[in-house]
Each structure stands twice: as C-alpha cells, then as structure tokens.
C-alpha cells in the first residue's frame, strides 16, 4: 500500500487556484522532498495530507481520508508544519504530559532521552526558549512518537547552520528507518540533496519534475565545458546555461555521461542548480527555451519516460 | 552518538513495544487540563475576587458590632436580609468576576490558537476538534461554575470567622450563627450557579462560534451583531422586546430557577434564603431554558465545524 496517494488533488482559493489536479503516490520508506517557489502549492498539498485542509478530487493517507479522519490518522502521521507553532505559554514538562496523556504511541522515555542531550530544561517555557531549541524540542516530541509518516513544513526556517545541520543529523540518525516515510519542503535544498530518496518540484499547483535519487543522478549531468568544446557542447541541447568563473556550465538531461566528459569536467548537479532550470525565471533561460524545457519535463514526468524533446535546439542567443 | 542512535532505532523497531492503552476519554480529560494551564485567570480570577472580599471584610470588621446592633432591632425579614446581604454581595461579586473571565475566554479559546499558529500543533494530535471544543465550552459551563461555587463557600466561610472574632467582645458572635442559615445558602448557591451555567450555555456557546469565525476583534463581532438588531427594533418598531430578550438571557437565570417573592422593605432585591424557593421544576419546564440549549448546541456544531476548516490568520 502506498503511503499517500492522490488523484488529481485539486484545491482553490476563491479564483487562486493552489493546487492544479495532482496525481501522487509516494511508497512507504521513502524521503521525499517537495521543492518549490513560495506560492507554488506546497504548503497547500501538505495541508490536505494532513487533513487540515478541505480538497476535490481523491486522496489517501495510509489508507484513510484526512479530512474526514484527521483524528484518527494522527496517530499515525507526524507534523512539524514550522518552528514557530509550540505553544510559546507551555512549560517543557506540559508538553511532554500532554503529548503523552493524548497520543497512544508517545513513548516519553524516548523524548526525555532526546531531551537530555540538548541544553533545554523541564521548566522552561517554550516563549523562554531560543528558535533552536524550540526545533529541537517539537523533533524530540516527534520522533518519540512512532508514526509512519512524518511531514515537515520548512522544518529549519530560521534556524542557523548548526541546528539546521544536527535537525537532519538526528532525524536520519535516530529516527528514520525503512518503515517509515518522510516529507519535507524546504528552500534550503542544499542541506537535504543527499538525504531524500525521492525529489518533486512544484509550481503553480502542478508537479513539474518528480523523480528518484537514483534517477536524478542518472537523468541530470552538469558539464564544465571547456572554452574550445563549447559549440559542441551547444549540439548536444542543454537545459540550462550558467556562468561561472568566466567558463560555461551547462546542465543536460539525459545525454550519456560518456559524450559529455570529454567537453569537459562532468558532475551531478545540485538541486538547486536543476530548481533553477527548470523553475527559474533567469536571465539565463527566456521566452521560448524556458517554456521548451518546462515543457520537456511536465512531458517526462507525465510519460514516466524520460524524454527531453525541445530542448535538442541549439541556444539561439 | 552513534551507538545512541543504535539504541533508539532498535527501540523503534521492537515488535515488544505496544502502544500505551489510551481510554476514549484521556485524549478530552488532558485537553482540559490543557485549557487549565494556559488559561490561569479561570482559577486566579475568582480567588483574587474572594481575597479581595475578604481583606474588605477585615478593614470593615471594626463596624460590625455596630451595624449587628441596629440590624437585631429591624422586623425579622429585614434582619435576615441585613444579615445575608455581606453573604449575598460576595457571591454575587464572585460570580460576576467569573463571568467576565468566562466570556474573555471563549473568546479567545478558538482564537488565540490561530492567532500564534498553535493550532497546527494541536492539529497534528490524535484530538478530534470535536473533543477540543468540547473541552473548550466544558470551562465556562462546568469547570468555572464548580470552582467559583468552591472559593465562594471558602470566602463565606472566611467572612463567618471574621464576624465572629469581631462581634466577640461584644457578645453577639452567637446571633451570625444562630441567624445565618449557612447550610441553606450553600444549597441555594449550587442550584444558582448551576442553573446558571445551563441558562448561559447559548451565551458561551455563541462567544465560542465567533472566536472560531473572526480573524479580528472578537469582542465586537460578539457584541454588535445583537446590539444592532436591538437597535433597530428600537428605530422601527419603538419596542425593545429583543433587548429585554437579551436582557433575561444575561441575567435572568435567577428569576426562571427561584420563586422570587419576598421583597425586603426598602430592597429592591429579593430575599433568598430558604430551600423552599428552590422551583427546579418551573426551570426544567421554562421555554427559555430548552430553547438556549438547543440554539447553544447549534452553535458548538458551528464553533466544531469552524475549528476544522479554519487555518492560523
């Protein structure tokens, strides 16, 4: 049984449309990260999955209907959807009670553990805690919680480098296993590229790559194309184009590897490299190019092939 | 950290663990004392109302020889009533203080939540918004009527002391006990603040529905939408018929619940101080009552549906 699945999810806002008829299915032990701009749809999707949120079309969440059965998958899923929704009056101690005293599958012992080794005390409230720390206490409630599908909202929002870093440190670490599923939407792509197994971008309510790890390192090449090489390199129909150090670097999805490392030193992208290509209003990528390749991937994506039909032209700039 | 992160995953995946056995009602028990420690004036308001009344009756202590002296003189109905009136107003005191606290807090009890986002880590709990407003709409209706009723008998008590102490030396401490029908007026004041609870219950129910539904000012969209229409009646009609409705919804519970029919010389309240003015019967059968419980549970249906739909602002 997938973990959620959606049929062509649907959700708007008055005329704003949020979410523009999705078809998703996400197995169960995976880590999916949702990447997209603000207003993308994100939050939104998240929202139905959660069963905060009314929503058309159909949706399943491990086997219930959220909005019907928000309660009741509860005991199941997880949520951070921000640092920000502690309440800033409770002690440290009331959460751990209330938690407890609410969720059959809190196991206290756990949090505690996860608790003494940060800095925060029982008796603090949560308004007398740093943004960190507050992190760091809704992750030990979670993670003491044994669910089987975790969704993280901007997990690290605001938060600095170390506590960004020890959040997934610990969240791989101490809590995922294969049994469980993970989803979290981030700007901060960096920081989770090599932890998903799963990658989907979205925009203006629709998915506009969805992919796995495996075949995002597979599909997607970033060439540092040497000066001499570089109309060769045009030939073969990147999807992007960028400059760095006065050398081009150009992205190519699915063009073999071996072709491309002789124009130049050859690499897997970042995400944010690939969010940009295919997302980015860039100087780098207008007009025509920009809605080829957008195209090329809706098409990828809907086929499950992996085709990149439009993007074989020749940069015409 | 590494064998610690060992440790918790075998942890997780220990067929041996079970889930804590959970009862249908803890998720509702732990959402009210959920309500209990955010919420501090609902027990610190009415206990800072009885410490005032009683430091009031110890600056005043001094006059009560006095003031006992001239009441003893008065015909026995206006005795009685001068007797009980310090009782009376400090209840009344009491109550009222924790009807302005109860109205506050529904109308912050599905706001305040939205206001700093918290909802979405109650939401992310196995708690139905079912049995989060029910647990919401239990404080004004049952938690706060129980324990204003406790501080009350606990002040009463308190202001029985210090009136004996006071009339000691002058020999009539004996008249407060032999006059005073304490028994009585702690059954009367359980069966008024009782009645009054349910006579309320569209009042909280209502206050609860518009903290679910506004994004802002709470306290106006409680207010003006009943002001308004009072006042049109007023400039149509020249009647206050819907005022006067609104009125005895307010503070009528007393007349519907009591047989209200001795009136102390002089006093334009009445005296109530014997178990027979107890009429249950007359309450159970007002038109008034049934009717308030059913618009009061139209509107916790709304008050449940909103806190469902309704996101942070």
Redesign the interface.
């Given at each position: 049984m997938a973990c959620i699945e959606a049929r062509g999810l649907r959700k708007a806002y008055g005329t704003t449309v949020a979410l523009d008829g999705i078809n998703l299915r996400v197995e169960e032990g995976r880590i999916l990260g949702l990447i997209g701009p603000n207003g993308a749809g994100k939050s939104t999707a998240l929202?139905a999955i959660?069963?905060?949120?009314?929503f058309e079309g159909q949706l399943r969440v491990l086997g219930r209907d959220p909005w019907a059965e928000?309660?009741?998958?509860?005991?199941d899923v997880?949520?951070?959807?921000d640092v920000?929704?502690?309440?800033?009056?409770?002690?440290v101690s009331?959460a751990l009670?209330?938690?407890?005293?609410?969720?059959?599958?809190?196991?206290r012992a756990?949090a505690e553990?996860f608790l003494s080794?940060t800095e925060i005390k029982r008796t603090s409230k949560v308004r007398q805690l740093s943004k960190g720390m507050v992190a760091q206490l809704?992750l030990a409630l979670v993670m003491a919680i044994?669910a089987r599908l975790l969704v993280l909202d901007e997990p690290t929002l605001g938060l600095d480098i170390l506590y960004r870093k020890q959040f997934y440190d610990t969240l791989l670490?101490?809590?995922f296993?294969r049994?469980r599923t993970i989803v979290v939407t981030t700007h901060q792509v960096e920081e989770i590229q090599n932890v998903l197994t799963d990658l989907m971008f979205i925009n203006h309510g629709r998915i506009m790559l969805e992919c796995s790890m495996e075949e995002f390192e597979a599909r997607y090449v970033e060439v540092m194309v040497n000066p001499d090489r570089f109309a060769a390199a045009q030939m073969l129909g990147p999807i992007y184009e960028r400059q760095l150090f006065g050398r081009s670097i150009l992205l190519f999805d699915n063009v073999d590897r071996q072709q491309l490392a002789a124009l130049g030193d050859v690499r897997t992208p970042s995400i944010a490299d690939l969010f940009v290509a295919v997302m980015g209003p860039s100087p780098e990528v207008r007009g025509q190019r920009f809605a080829t390749a957008k195209q090329s991937f809706g098409e990828s994506k809907a086929g499950g092939a992996a085709s990149a039909q439009g993007s074989g032209e020749p940069r015409k700039s | 950290?590494?064998t610690?992160?060992n440790i918790?995953?075998s942890?997780?995946?220990d067929p041996g663990?079970k889930?804590?056995?959970?009862s249908a009602t803890?998720?509702f028990?732990?959402?009210v004392?959920?309500e209990l420690?955010?919420n501090r004036s609902i027990y610190f308001a009415p206990l800072i109302a009885g410490s005032v009344i009683i430091f009031g009756s110890l600056i005043t202590a001094y006059r009560l020889p006095r003031l006992r002296m001239n009441a003893l003189a008065l015909e026995p109905t206006r005795m009685r009533a001068a007797i009980e009136a310090p009782y009376d107003i400090a209840a009344m005191m009491i109550m009222f203080t924790a009807f302005i606290v109860a109205v506050f807090y529904c109308l912050d009890a599905l706001h305040g939540?939205r206001r700093?986002?918290?909802?979405?880590?109650w939401?992310?709990?196995?708690?139905?918004?079912f049995?989060a407003v029910l647990s919401k709409a239990f404080i004004p209706l049952v938690i706060l009527p129980l324990f204003t009723f406790a501080v009350i008998i606990a002040t009463q008590f308190m202001m029985l002391l210090i009136s004996t102490v006071a009339l000691l030396p002058s020999g009539l401490a004996g008249s407060t006990w032999n006059l005073l029908p304490w028994f009585q007026l702690s059954v009367i004041l359980l069966y008024g603040i009782v009645t009054m609870a349910l006579w309320h219950a569209p009042v909280f129910a209502w206050l609860l529905l518009v903290s679910g539904w506004a994004r802002r000012a709470t306290f106006l969209w409680a207010l003006l939408p009943w002001l308004a229409v009072a006042a049109i009646e007023k400039i149509a009609f020249n009647t206050a018929y819907f005022a006067q409705m609104l009125g005895r919804r307010v503070g009528g519970s007393f007349e519907e619940a009591f047989v209200v029919t001795t009136y102390p010389k002089g006093s334009h309240y009445p005296l109530v101080d014997r178990l027979t003015q107890l009429d249950p019967l007359k309450f159970l059968s007002s038109p008034g009552l049934w009717i308030g419980l059913v618009v009061a549970a139209g509107f916790f249906v709304a008050a449940v549906r909103l806190r469902?739909?309704r996101?942070p602002l």
């Open positions: 929202n959660l069963g905060i949120t009314p928000r309660d009741l998958l509860m005991r997880c949520f951070i959807a920000a929704v502690l309440p800033r009056w409770m002690r009331q009670d209330y938690v407890a005293g609410v969720h059959p599958r809190f196991d756990k553990g080794r809704h044994d670490n101490d809590y296993d049994s | 950290m590494n610690e992160s918790a995953n942890e997780v995946t663990y889930p804590a056995a959970m803890q998720p028990v732990w959402s004392r959920r420690w955010e939540e700093d986002r918290s909802i979405l880590f939401k992310s709990l196995p708690v139905s918004d049995t469902r739909s996101g």
